[in-house]
């Protein structure tokens, strides 16, 4: 997993990311308005936040960033269409996870998607419960993982659900 340094190279990375989810409905999907213009997606990103991606030969595939808030941080992610369904996506969040809960005692999420709420919890997320046109003007689904709650996800019959953006 890599570190967002924001050195150019870096920054080319990710205006290709953002391009290539502005192209689709994927920016709309996993972000909120404040991320429609580039300007705004980087300045989300710089410090005290933290970026850690992965790539392939199409660039960004896997995401997740950390947003400080108080001794926590909120915790957000994304899984290019591509790759939502391969293990290495698992893997990616687990890992993702781990960087995170290293840093913070507390990672929160918030997500319009009620289907990723119910994923995060295969990781050891708990539900706290929903805030009124918190995202966007939609309901919010509010979660945390903590170490205590963390855990290897289980899936029925073994078979890996997709793992979506959230």
């Known amino acids: ?34 991320h429609a213009s580039v300007g705004g997606f ?52 687990q890992k993702s996870v781990a960087f995170g809960l290293e840093k913070f005692p507390v990672l929160i999420g918030a997500t319009r998607q009620t289907k990723v709420a119910r994923q995060a919890t295969r990781f050891g997320a708990r539900i706290v419960g929903d805030i009124p046109n918190l995202f966007d003007g939609e309901t919010a689904t509010i979660c945390y993982i903590t170490r205590e709650t963390v855990r290897e996800p289980r899936f029925a019959n073994n078979n890996p659900s997709e793992v979506s953006n959230g």
């Open 42 to 93: 980087f300045q989300s990103f710089r410090p005290p936040a933290v970026l850690v991606y992965e790539l392939d030969d199409q660039g960004i595939w896997f995401a997740a960033w950390f947003d400080p808030v108080m001794t926590g941080a909120f915790y957000g992610l994304w899984v290019a269409p591509h790759m939502r369904l391969a293990m290495c996506a698992l893997r990616a969040v």
């Open 1 to 34: 997993m890599t570190v967002y340094d924001g050195m150019p190279e870096s920054d080319l990375l990710l205006l290709d990311w953002w391009t290539r989810m502005a192209a689709t409905m994927e920016l709309e999907q996993a972000f909120s308005v404040i």
